[in-house]
C-alpha cells in the first residue's frame, strides 16, 4: 500500500495548460482504470474532480481532463485560472477493496 | 441538505482510544458504502477503511488493521471509527466519504482533527 507518486508541485499562468502526473504500479494504477482526481484548498474537504480516469461529474469544468497510460494516470487543467490555485490528489483502487492516495501536488498559479 | 458531520476527535495520549462518528443526512444512507480517510497535518490524504452498505464487509489499510474497527448503524444514518491503540503517527484530520459507482468519494465531510501526544 505505497502512495502513488506525483510531482510535489506544479505551476502554470493564467491561461497556460498544466499536467499533473501519478504513477503508480501494476497492482494499482495499471490493474484498473480506476483511478479519480481531487481537488484540496486548505482547510478544506477534497472535491471529486476526475473519476473512472476521464469522465467527470456534474459541475466539474470541461478545463479538467483526465487520462492513463499503463501505470500512469495524468490530470491536465487547461485554461489555467486563479481559482484553480489547490492541492490535487489522484487516487486509485489497489485490489482486495483498498485504494491508495497519490502524495498530492501543489498547483500554484503565478 | 446532502452532508456527512464529522465528530469525536479531540486529544488523546499514546495507547489511548476514541471514537470518532460521521452523521449522514439528505440522502439514503443505508444504500451507500462509506470510507475513512485521513491527512496528517500538511500531508497527503491517506485511505484508511471502507465498509459496505449493510456493515457486514470492512477493509482496513494495514497502517491500522487490527487497531481500528469501521462500524456503522443504518438505523441512526451514522458511521463510525474506533481507534485503539493510538499512536502519534495516528495525528491527522479524519474525513468519512461517501462512496460513488464503487470506486470513488463524491461527498466528504469537514473532518475533525485527531491529536495523540503525551
Known amino acids: 500500500q505505497s502512495a502513488l507518486t506525483q510531482p510535489a508541485s506544479v505551476s502554470g499562468s493564467p491561461g497556460q495548460s498544466i499536467t499533473i502526473s501519478c504513477t503508480g504500479t501494476?497492482?494499482?494504477?495499471?490493474?484498473?482504470?480506476?483511478v479519480s482526481w481531487y481537488q484540496q484548498y486548505p482547510g478544506k474537504a477534497p472535491k471529486l474532480m476526475i473519476y473512472?480516469?476521464?469522465k467527470r461529474p456534474s459541475g466539474v469544468s470541461n478545463r479538467f481532463s483526465g487520462s492513463k497510460s499503463g501505470n500512469t494516470a495524468s490530470l491536465t487543467i487547461s485554461g489555467l485560472q486563479a481559482e484553480d490555485e489547490a492541492d490535487y490528489y489522484c487516487?486509485?483502487?489497489?485490489?482486495?477493496?483498498?485504494?491508495?492516495f497519490g502524495g498530492g501536488t501543489k498547483l500554484t498559479v503565478l | 441538505e446532502v452532508q456527512l458531520v464529522e465528530s469525536g476527535g479531540g486529544l488523546v495520549q499514546p495507547g489511548g482510544s476514541l471514537r470518532l462518528s460521521c452523521a449522514a443526512s439528505?440522502?439514503?444512507?443505508?444504500?451507500?458504502?462509506m470510507h475513512w480517510v485521513r491527512q496528517a497535518p500538511g500531508k497527503g490524504l491517506v485511505w484508511v477503511s471502507r465498509?459496505?452498505?449493510?456493515?457486514?464487509?470492512?477493509t482496513y489499510a494495514d497502517s491500522v488493521k487490527g487497531r481500528f474497527t469501521i462500524s456503522r448503524d443504518n438505523a441512526k444514518n451514522t458511521l463510525y471509527l474506533q481507534m485503539n491503540s493510538l499512536r502519534a503517527e495516528d495525528t491527522a484530520v479524519y474525513y468519512c466519504?461517501?462512496?460513488?459507482?464503487?470506486?470513488?468519494?463524491?461527498?466528504w465531510g469537514r473532518g475533525t482533527l485527531v491529536t495523540v501526544s503525551s
Open positions: 466519504a461517501r462512496v460513488y459507482l464503487n470506486w470513488y468519494f463524491d461527498l
Open positions: 439528505g440522502f439514503t444512507f443505508s444504500s451507500y458504502w
Open positions: 465498509i459496505n452498505s449493510d456493515g457486514s464487509s470492512t
Open positions: 501494476s497492482s494499482d494504477v495499471g490493474s484498473y482504470n480506476l
Open positions: 473512472e480516469g476521464s
Open positions: 487516487c486509485s483502487y489497489a485490489g482486495s477493496s483498498t485504494w491508495v
